[in-house]
């Protein structure tokens, strides 16, 4: 059994003496790990750097076996970011999540899709990236969930069905609520980002700070609660950041 195609490496560790078992999510087959013959030598180390996009070549004897993992750089989206930090630690969240949430050979199209498009943001255009890269990786975010089965219902007012000027979501069900449906819930609430409504903004600190909280709370009892797992430590050390950019305005 073999395939290749497309890939953005999540994860690689060290294996053996000069090996590497390296995770990589692809459109169509999903999250897959192999092992990387010569994986850790110095020479290929590069190559496997997390949100690095690669041409990725997997074979086995069986299909269930962990078999071997080739890659050609397609583009190193981590080098060109050593010198961003925000886009670095948002590309480094995102990689991280996507290692740990994504059930294994499970094709999940739609989150390799809006990753794919994060990742060229974030690298490719490096000062956008700091601009409207946390936006684009909430939404990212949000697709993550939904793909997993856990979205929000952003459509209308839990409350009294209005469709406009949605404020907040409940941290129960995670459906939207106005703020005349919010009344005196609303410190119970979590706030909504108009980011989330409206593709076209990109918010500032504080919609981000919010925007993380909002997420990372059904990441935290959905995703990773079920598991009984803590969400990554690269997730809480971006929120820190974002956090830290909220409080300085």
Do not use: K
Not at 59 to 68: E, F, H, K, Y
Not at 188 to 216: H, I, N, Q
């Amino acid at each position: 059994m073999e395939w290749e195609a497309p890939a953005i490496v999540l994860a690689a560790s060290s294996y053996g003496e000069g090996g590497a078992v390296a995770h990589v999510l692809t459109e169509h087959h999903g999250a897959f790990r192999g092992l990387v013959r010569g994986g850790g030598a110095r020479a290929n180390l590069a190559t496997w750097q997390a949100g690095n996009l690669v041409t990725a070549h997997w074979s086995a004897r069986l299909p269930d076996q962990l078999g071997t993992l080739r890659a050609e750089l397609v583009h190193p989206s981590a080098a060109r970011l050593l010198s961003a930090p925000l886009p670095l630690a948002l590309l480094s969240s995102a990689c991280a999540l996507a290692d740990t949430a994504l059930p294994e050979r499970e094709p999940h199209p739609a989150v390799f899709g809006e990753l794919l498009r994060l990742l060229t943001l974030l690298s490719l255009e490096v000062g956008e990236g700091e601009r409207s890269g946390p936006a684009a990786y909430l939404r990212w975010e949000a697709t993550l969930l939904t793909d997993l089965g856990y979205g929000m219902d952003l459509s209308a007012c839990a409350v009294s069905g209005a469709t406009q000027g949605l404020s907040h979501v409940s941290p129960r069900t995670g459906r939207a609520v106005s703020p005349e449906g919010a009344g005196p819930w609303r410190d119970r609430l979590l706030r909504l980002p108009p980011l989330f409504l409206d593709p076209a903004l990109a918010g500032d600190a504080s919609d981000w700070r919010d925007g993380l909280l909002l997420t990372g709370h059904f990441l935290s009892r959905d995703v990773f609660g079920q598991r009984h797992r803590p969400v990554p430590a690269a997730r809480e050390r971006l929120f820190e950041m974002v956090d830290r950019l909220a409080a300085n305005g």
